[in-house]
């Protein structure tokens, strides 16, 4: 599980430097569907619902989407998914994360792959770094292979040229025709203080490099939004009103519900209102860094998604200080209810 997460976390750490450098359109990309079949001369961000892509990338290409079809050749390759499929891709390393991640006939040197199945039918060039639920090989693997997982097939086409490392207690079958040149089993050790720890840390490095790759897409296909957030004016009366505003919210929302649950009309409405009362507190951080880094760096930092992920990183900080985090997060969540509120209150106005 360990190995998943820290997995996961270098991959979304990856996606975080793809708007910093990002030049034009042409290679950040994002949409409900995206397709790319021209070739980039430069490194690539896409994203969306499905991304499908057969360009040739210079540089490395980073992708994020529901559903996941790659064939492209880039330099490095960084794809986070539900379904991912990498079927005929040619790239030096692969880093891939997902909920079902296939590799089929592709070129890579090194396979990073965090999933809850992998299932490997392509050559890899040299090793394999695998964690997952279930773990399937059913082809030549020109190194070793490092392994996580409960469940491992190693099918009749497999073959590891170097050690199979994996835990003692896994559920692991091996075909008669395949051929495996050394297996290694290592013990998986009781949870002590020291992984307590670190699982802390990096649930905490997990929740804010998921908030900024939600961000970046959500400032990639919202752009009038943000704009909006951007125009905030920078005193403290508007802030107070934001701030008054979403403490209302906060207050009023759930309370409404209850009353609305109570009769039998009601009770659709209550529950979307609770889904959307749910989701607008848990992005509530995205006005207050908006607002936050336009105050104190825009004039230092000029792109938009660096100044971003600064101020994100500042305030995620600021709440880890014992004693005044519980403040910064309920200011956090207040001001961004307000902001969401007002901006949603203009849009109905202006129509």
């Given amino acids: 599980m360990k190995k998943k997460i820290l997995l996961i976390i270098i991959l979304l750490l990856t996606l975080v430097v793809v708007p910093v450098g990002a030049k034009s359109k ?30 040739q990338i210079d540089g490395a290409n980073f992708v994020a989407g529901n559903n996941v079809a790659l064939s492209s050749t880039q330099d490095i390759l960084f794809a986070a998914g539900n379904n991912v499929i990498v079927d005929g891709a040619v790239t030096k390393d692969a880093f891939l994360a997902g909920s079902m991640i296939s590799v089929e006939s592709s070129t890579i040197r090194d396979l990073y792959a965090a999933a809850s199945t992998i299932r490997i039918d392509s050559d890899i060039n040299r090793n394999a770094y695998l964690g997952a639920d279930e773990v399937i090989i059913n082809s030549k693997i020109n190194g070793d292979v490092e392994v996580a997982a409960d469940k491992i097939k190693i099918g009749e086409e497999a073959e590891i040229t170097g050690t199979i490392n994996y835990p003692e207690n896994a559920d692991i079958s091996i075909a008669e025709t395949a051929k495996v040149a050394k297996k290694t089993t290592y013990e998986v050790s009781e949870v002590n203080k020291e992984t307590v720890v670190m699982t802390k840390i990096m649930d905490k490095v997990y929740a804010f490099l998921s908030m900024l790759l939600i961000s970046i897409i959500l400032m990639a296909m919202n752009k009038k939004v943000f704009t909006s957030m951007e125009k905030i004016k920078k005193d403290l009366n508007t802030f107070a009103k934001h701030f008054g505003i979403g403490f209302v919210f906060l207050i009023v929302v759930p309370i409404a519900a209850i009353i609305l649950m109570c009769t039998m009309i009601g009770v659709p409405l209550s529950i979307i209102s609770l889904l959307i009362y749910g989701i607008m507190i848990y992005l509530s951080i995205i006005p207050t860094t908006v607002y936050f880094g336009n105050l104190c760096f825009k004039d230092k930092i000029k792109n938009k998604y660096l100044l971003y992920a600064v101020s994100l990183l500042i305030i995620y900080l600021l709440r880890l200080i014992p004693g005044i985090g519980g403040l910064v997060s309920f200011i956090s969540l207040c001001f961004g209810l307000g902001v969401y509120t007002e901006l949603i209150r203009k849009n109905i106005s202006t129509k």
């Fill in 26 to 55: 042409d290679n950040f990309i994002a949409n409900d569907n995206v397709k790319v079949n021209k070739n980039i001369g430069a490194t690539t961000f896409m994203a969306g619902n499905r991304v499908e892509a057969s360009s």
